[in-house]
């Protein structure tokens, strides 16, 4: 297998920085992957592994082994009278994965249409959207240890999976790569309609599907989010922040627009993107970096920059929002 030296990550991160890896390949098959983790060469250098790179910010180069899994395929490996099992190489297009579920009218990814990034990622941070997450269709997730090239198989359960969050984050950070993610989806869907604009959205059309669903999903991410091909961004770039209910309360008689979701009795989620509005950044540009001006959570990198300047914009955002409103701002991104 081809390992590139002194490789341009420019393209394989949707920032768009300009950064370079001392090393990167891209195993099309467990072997060749097996085979790169195994031998001496690559071996005790600092590695790291990327999917589609949409949700990384490179600071500097990266003087090491850049992995990118381009394992591919769909492969339905059982079916009961109510669900299929589908098992999905850590390479394929994870939109191109969930046309491919809503084409064949099988429920459970189509309110993550239009996500950018590889099938691979969606455990790792458990991606997220309009009232669904990965893990409610995840059941297996297979890999390889980075260590000794050993296969390992994790439940649903063993993922421990959270808000953006799973054990691929925590305990096994940097030790296992994803070569396989075996999703659950259902033959007759229920239709999560109820987050956010949906359900406007959705009378544009003549029927209510999971084909107009993931339209309208996708109507409604253009309008808000960047499209990377145009402007660099990682989407979120803040995890909505989980403070306590008491706090939360405080901000709310100040803002009583302001939408909270409750975690549990004692601890709320807040809209992080109202926070940094409030606080006056959006739509605000620093040199080559800003904030979006359709989503204040998303930070956007207009070309020439470098991703020192956009996490030094993240530090004055979150020191800002925690002056004001007493909430710390957490990323959301991995910052290599
Ligand atoms: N809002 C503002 N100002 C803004 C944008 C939003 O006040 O500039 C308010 C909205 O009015 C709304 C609330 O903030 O009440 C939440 O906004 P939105 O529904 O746009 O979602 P979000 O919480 O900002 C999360 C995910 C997104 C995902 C959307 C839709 C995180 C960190 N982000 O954003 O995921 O697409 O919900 O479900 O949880 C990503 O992770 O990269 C990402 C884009």
């Known amino acids: 297998m081809t390992v590139h ?33 195994s031998g001496n060469r690559y071996a005790r250098l600092p590695q790291l592994i990327l999917g589609g790179g949409s949700n990384m910010l ?70 997220g959207a309009y009232g669904a997450e990965a893990k409610d269709s995840i059941r297996q997730v297979e890999c390889l240890l980075c260590a000794t090239g050993e296969r390992k198989v994790f ?39 109820h987050y956010g604009t949906i359900e406007e959205e959705l009378k544009k059309f003549p029927e209510v599907t999971l084909q107009t669903l993931r339209e309208a999903i996708i ?9 990377p091909q145009e402007l660099g961004s990682a989407g979120s770039f803040f995890k909505n922040p989980v403070v306590p209910k008491k706090l939360a309360d405080e901000l709310i008689a100040k803002d009583p627009q302001m939408a ?19 606080a006056g950044w959006k739509g605000k540009r620093a040199g080559a970096v800003g904030v979006h ?26 020191q800002s929002v925690y002056e004001k409103f007493g909430v710390q701002l957490e990323p959301e991104v991995n910052i290599i």
């Open 5 to 37: 030296a002194d490789y341009s990550l420019k393209k394989l991160n949707t920032f768009g920085f300009d950064v370079r890896a001392k090393f990167f390949a891209a195993p099309e098959t467990i072997e060749t992957l097996r085979e790169l983790l």
């Open 58 to 127: 490179f600071c500097a180069d990266f003087d090491g082994l850049v992995i990118q899994p381009r394992i591919t395929g769909i492969e339905k490996t059982a079916e009961t009278a109510d669900d299929v099992y589908l098992r999905v190489g850590a390479g394929v297009v994870w939109d191109d994965f969930v046309a491919y579920a809503v084409q064949h009218h099988w429920g459970g990814v189509e309110n993550l249409s239009f996500i950018p990034g590889q099938v691979g990622a969606s455990p790792v941070q458990n991606i």
């Open 155 to 193: 439940t649903a359960e063993e993922c421990a999976f959270g808000y953006r969050d799973s054990i691929f984050k925590q305990a096994w950070r940097g030790r296992a790569i994803v070569t396989h993610v075996v999703f659950r989806l259902a033959k007759q869907p229920v239709l999560r309609t």
């Open 219 to 227: 109507a409604i991410r253009r309008k808000k989010l960047p499209d």
């Open 260 to 278: 909270v979701y409750p975690v549990n009795g004692d601890y709320v989620k807040l809209p992080a993107a109202r926070l940094i509005e409030q």
């Open 293 to 318: 001006a359709q989503q204040a959570l998303v930070i956007v990198h207009y070309g020439g920059g470098t991703g020192r300047e956009a996490l030094a914009l993240s530090s004055l955002i979150g």
